[in-house]
């Protein structure tokens, strides 16, 4: 059944505030009531990666955080300029598929305009093929996935981060995602290929979890998330919460430069 909770919807509270330890891990107040925030969860594309299921996992979580939750599973939602303007979070699911040019607009418009973007696995790193604008917002597209269904390991790279503090390294087995990756995300865990699929990758280094700026709006993004089993993992589900939490949060808190450069500024020669 079709859901697309319009602007009537949109615009009411569903439940009364919740309060979540992730929030008051990332700086939220600890007491008295939290203005409700707005979030699109859209979902769809191609069905292997289980959109429905994942809508069932995170609409909920979204709405015991303290959102009012726009479920949708066509992209027309994004054409609509009262939520998209009203929005402090979009969580996308929609693996491949197309676009059209008023529907990516919609989207691009709101993310630059301040609201957040998160999403994992092909539903935000393979949508559109052919929307360079779209990857350029996201901060990198799937290109390839060797070996199919792989146990791998995933390496925290920053300890320090608030979507990652206190996490350890952890052990998966998923597609292991191999990826065209911005210079400018930040990145927050990555995994190391080891060649026994494609021998001319062993030892690459890529990119899991990044964050990163697209005009006024944060993007998060993790390659993890084939299917809905895969956030059985508990150390998976907590970094995309956590991950969500500080998407939404581009329109309420300053965020820093994260820009840190990969290349040094000259290549001398030997």
Known sequence: MAHLLRRRTFMKAALAAGAL?????????????RPRKKAVFVY???QGHEPTKVRDIFVPFLTKAGFDVAASDTLAIYTDQS??????????????????????????????NGAGLGGWHGGL?????QETDYQFMVGG???AHPGGIVEYDVHITDKKDPITAGLAD?????????????????????????????????????????????????????SLGHSASVFDVPEVLELTRRGLLWAADSKQTATPKLVTPVYPARWSMP
């Open 44 to 46: 769809g594309g191609w």
């Open 21 to 33: 330890g992730t929030h008051r891990a990332m700086g939220q107040p600890a007491g008295g009531p």
């Open 141 to 143: 597209q799937w290109v």
């Open 83 to 112: 939520v998209m303007t009203a929005a402090d979070l979009i969580v996308q699911v929609w693996t491949m598929g197309t676009i059209t040019k008023e529907q990516l607009k919609g989207l691009l418009d709101a993310v630059r």
């Open 170 to 222: 952890f052990h998966v087995k998923t597609e292991q995602y191999y990826m065209h990756v911005d210079p400018t995300n930040k990145v927050l865990a990555t995994t190391t290929f080891n060649g026994a699929h494609a021998s001319w990758i062993d030892g690459a280094v890529m990119p899991v979890v990044w964050k990163k700026i697209y005009g006024k709006g944060r993007i998060f993004y993790s």
């Open 125 to 129: 790193g393979d949508a559109f093929r």
